[in-house]
Nanobody, 120 residues
């Protein structure tokens, strides 16, 4: 069982930046960030695959950057040019799949989430 602990959420104004971190208790091949706004389904934001390649959801491309430090078993999400629509609970996820999709079922380990609030 892999434990995931997120940190770095908070409240910022439109155009601001935040950096989320996710500390994992063990290495997994791929990791990702998901988010869930009130009344909406949880959606995939970004994935980093075992080979270092990445995938982003359309609305965050060019603004968010996912990265990982394998030596520290830590995942990051740098979020720039934040918008009110980015307001959500952000979840770290991990999987032993080499190329998971954004489907929640592709990820078998989840963190508790960290809140991001962007005000206009």
């Amino acid at each position: 069982q892999v434990q995931l602990i997120e940190s770095g959420g908070g409240s910022v104004q439109t155009g601001g930046s935040l950096r989320l971190s996710c500390a994992a208790s063990a290495y997994t091949d791929s990791m990702g960030w998901f988010r869930q706004a009130p009344g909406k389904e949880r959606e995939g934001v970004a994935i980093i695959y075992y080979d270092g390649s990445t995938r982003y959801e359309g609305s965050v491309k060019g603004r968010f950057t996912i990265s990982r430090d394998n030596a520290k078993n830590t995942l990051y999400l740098q979020m720039n040019s934040l918008k009110p629509d980015d307001t959500a609970m952000y979840y770290c996820a991990a999987t032993d799949r080499l190329y998971p999709s954004f489907a929640r079922a592709d990820f078998n380990y989840w963190g508790q989430g960290t809140q991001v609030t962007v005000s206009s």
